[in-house]
């Protein structure tokens, strides 16, 4: 196992623009990711296993619910601090941030939100701690980008709703104790429900074979007539835009988490440019490979301001939703540009587990497609900037 020698690129000074919370947050991340994360993932993704053991630290460093109020167990965060550990857990691994952006903002976002008091009192606290893992269940078989088309669904039996349907590449499935799931009832309109584990006709069976993100369990939600109490429906919000609303919150986590990816690509093909020697000089002195490096710190620096002006705009209730997509799209696709570069840096070594690119390589290809793909981002920007809707 080699050891982890990261350091962080800071070309601009970013640090400047942090509070002493935001950087003591950030350390902190940064800290138990170098101590708990590093040392296994590369295991746990040859075995294709999501490390469980992970789950009490990742609720201790206020992973799980960041912004969340404290009075429901969250740790009461901002935005910006939200999204410094979102970067720190996906310098670790994209599969480890997945984990927290699932559990913090599809799961304990919506009950927070859209919840009664007695499901937050009743959920929250044990999510925040880790004690319980939730999931979120928007896509279906057949509606991914098009989530509006969905077929699960809820009947009004009186005393019960009656869940019918199946999601597909649910993050957490596999363990989780509870899923919020996106169903439509009988007028059509779309409601969000939370189903626990254990109702009978609930199955959450897992996917396999995956080349990403394998630190993550992923797999399907199964209703087969699944009696749901009444109390589990989300009062506060239904529609299309309730999920989505959900999404933007994650979404605006993985705009931080690629920055945390791209960061360890470069920061390990740097490392290893100036110790690599061919023709008898260190590959660093060559300018092909000068010319990635300073492209890779360029669109990393441009990315961590870009994101850190989106968080000021969050936390001031003034980011909007194209705003998000922009970042989310723009961040991925850096990330994804700057591990493909960085795996050639290191030449053979690069697909190699004993350094984290090719991980994050393949991890990256699922985040550039979950929370709404490249393109989907790219036709609500264009939505935004000219009126015209492309998805219709
Ligand atoms: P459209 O007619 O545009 O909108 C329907 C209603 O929703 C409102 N809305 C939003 N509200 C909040 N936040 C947003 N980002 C919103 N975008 C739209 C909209 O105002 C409208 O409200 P109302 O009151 O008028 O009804 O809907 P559409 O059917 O045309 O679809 C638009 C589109 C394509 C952009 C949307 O469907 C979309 O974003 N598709 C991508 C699907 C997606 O992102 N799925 C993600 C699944 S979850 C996941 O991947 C988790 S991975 C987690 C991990 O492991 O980290
Ligand atoms: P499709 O929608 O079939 O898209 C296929 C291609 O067509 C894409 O390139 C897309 O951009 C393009 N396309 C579609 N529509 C248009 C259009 N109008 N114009 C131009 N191009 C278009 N979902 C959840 O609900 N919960 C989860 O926890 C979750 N976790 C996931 C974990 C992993 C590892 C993965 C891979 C996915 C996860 N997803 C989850 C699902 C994810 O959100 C969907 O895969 C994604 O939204 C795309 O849907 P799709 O795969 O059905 O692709």
């Given amino acids: 196992m080699s050891t982890d020698q990261f350091q962080a690129p800071d070309y601009f000074h970013l640090d400047d623009l942090l509070t002493e919370e935001h950087k003591l947050v950030r350390d902190a991340a940064r800290d138990w990711v170098k101590r708990s994360v590093s040392p296994i993932i590369e295991e746990a993704c040859q075995k294709a296993e999501f490390p469980t053991q992970i789950i009490g630290g990742l609720a201790e460093i206020g992973a799980f619910g960041p912004y969340i109020p404290e009075q429901y167990g969250g740790a009461g965060l901002d935005q910006i601090s939200y999204g410094l550990i979102m970067q720190e857990l996906e310098r670790g691994d994209s599969g480890v941030r997945s984990t927290a952006s699932v559990q913090s903002s599809l799961v304990m976002y919506p ?17 925040a701690t880790g004690e319980m893992v939730g999931c979120f269940g928007l896509t279906e078989p057949d509606f991914g980008s098009n989530p509006s088309g969905m077929v699960t669904n809820i009947k009004d039996m009186g005393d019960h709703y009656l869940l019918n349907g199946a999601k597909l590449w649910i993050s957490n499935s596999p363990f989780a104790d509870i899923a919020v799931v996106w169903a439509k009832n009988e007028e059509g309109r779309i409601k969000g429900i939370i189903v626990e584990r254990g109702m009978e006709g609930f199955t959450t069976p897992e996917t396999h074979g995956k080349w990403s993100l394998r630190a993550s369990a992923t797999g399907e939600l199964v209703f087969d007539n699944v009696k749901v109490p009444k109390e589990n429906l989300l009062p506060g919000k239904d529609g299309l835009g309730a999920p989505l609303g959900c ?73 909007t939703s194209a705003q998000i997509s922009m970042c ?27 350094y984290p690119i090719m991980r994050h390589m393949m991890n990256l290809e699922s985040v550039v497609t979950y929370e709404g793909t490249h393109d989907i981002h790219l036709l609500i920007t264009g939505l935004d900037i000219t009126g015209e809707n492309a998805f219709v």
Avoid: H
């Fill in 328 to 354: 989310k799209r723009n961040n991925v696709d850096m990330a994804l540009k700057i591990a493909r570069d960085a795996r050639q840096i290191l030449g053979g070594m690069g697909i190699t587990g004993e």
């Fill in 247 to 319: 999404l933007d919150s994650a979404r605006y986590g993985i705009a931080w988490g690629t920055i945390g990816a791209a960061m360890d690509c470069y920061d390990t093909a740097l490392r290893y440019a100036k110790q690599r020697k061919q023709f008898g000089k260190p590959i660093a002195g060559f300018q092909l490979q000068q010319k990635k490096l300073a492209e890779m710190i360029t669109e990393i620096t441009k990315a961590q301001f870009l994101t850190w002006r989106l968080g000021v705009l969050r936390n001031e209730d003034r980011a």
């Fill in 111 to 127: 009950i927070y939100k859209y919840g009664s008091e007695e499901q937050r009192q009743k959920y929250l606290p044990k999510l």
